[in-house]
């Protein structure tokens, strides 16, 4: 059961990175707009007759358009790239007579905790948990030449 729920927060969690941050899209959507108002009222006012004025105005409108697009586009690149893997969770559960054997983290699991499942070896007595932990990857290590 919670490895099933685990498995439903992790696509969640990476559906989620895949996508660009609502807060975002809207400020740069708002900026696009501003962008595209400064890029109208240039050309307006280059017909009224201020050239100066119209090329400030279609110079800010332009730089602004172009950082909101490089900005969506390089969002949507580092989002792509964010990737969440998690560890496993492992249970060490050892028996009196030295039997050992380590599963899967289960729900419920704690340490010192008897279980009712009889020892292979043994299977008079009762096992216990020993441990819990999660398996760290290492990393693979690369060698500048």
Known sequence: ??????TQNQTQSTSANKKISTYLTMIVLIVMALAVTALLIAVETYFVGDQLAAGVLAGIGL???????FLLYQSKLQSAQVKIEVPKV???IECKCGGKTVREFQRGDYVYKELDVPCQKCP????????????????EKTFNV
């Open 1 to 6: 059961m919670r490895m099933k729920n685990m």
């Open 63 to 69: 730089i602004a358009l172009m950082l909101s697009v």
């Open 90 to 92: 492992m249970t060490t």
């Open 124 to 139: 008079t007595t009762k096992q216990m948990i020993t441990a819990i932990y999660r398996e760290i990857k290492e990393k």
